[in-house]
Nanobody, 127 residues
Framework: QVHVVESGGGLVQPGGSLRLSCAASGASGRTFSSYIMGWFRQAPGKEREFVAAISGSGYMSSYSHSVKGRFTISRDNAKNTLYLQMNSLKPEDTAVYYC?????????????????WGQGTQVTVSS
């Protein structure tokens, strides 16, 4: 069982920036660096969608087309923490953002391929 807690959400104006954090704990028998980590988001009335994912080492990452070039996923394995730096935010980025843990190999984009989830943090982009 891996427990993750997101933080850093809030209200920001269009064009602004936010950095989300995800603190992980409870990975008994495995190190944080052995897990693929991902960010997903869900807007009201919409399905949960992939935002970004990163390999255990942090050397490989993947982004959705809608955020590529604006968002950056990173991790600090010494601190068991995942980050999402969000720049040039748009109103359509408004959603609850979730941190997710994948216990198997390979970067995947489907929510069903992730095994542990946080409670989410609200990001609202509005003037």
């Amino acid at each position: 069982q891996v427990h993750v807690v997101e933080s850093g959400g809030g209200l920001v104006q269009p064009g602004g920036s936010l950095r989300l954090s995800c603190a992980a704990s409870g990975a008994s028998g495995r190190t944080f660096s052995s897990y693929i980590m991902g960010w997903f988001r869900q807007a009201p009335g919409k399905e949960r969608e992939f935002v970004a994912a990163i390999s255990g080492s942090g050397y490989m990452s993947s982004y959705s087309h809608s955020v590529k070039g604006r968002f950056t996923i990173s991790r600090d394995n010494a601190k068991n923490t995942l980050y999402l730096q969000m720049n040039s935010l748009k109103p359509e980025d408004t959603a609850v953002y979730y941190c997710a843990v994948r216990a198997d190999n390979g970067i995947h984009t489907a929510p069903s391929d992730y095994h542990y989830w946080g409670q989410g943090t609200q990001v609202t982009v509005s003037s």
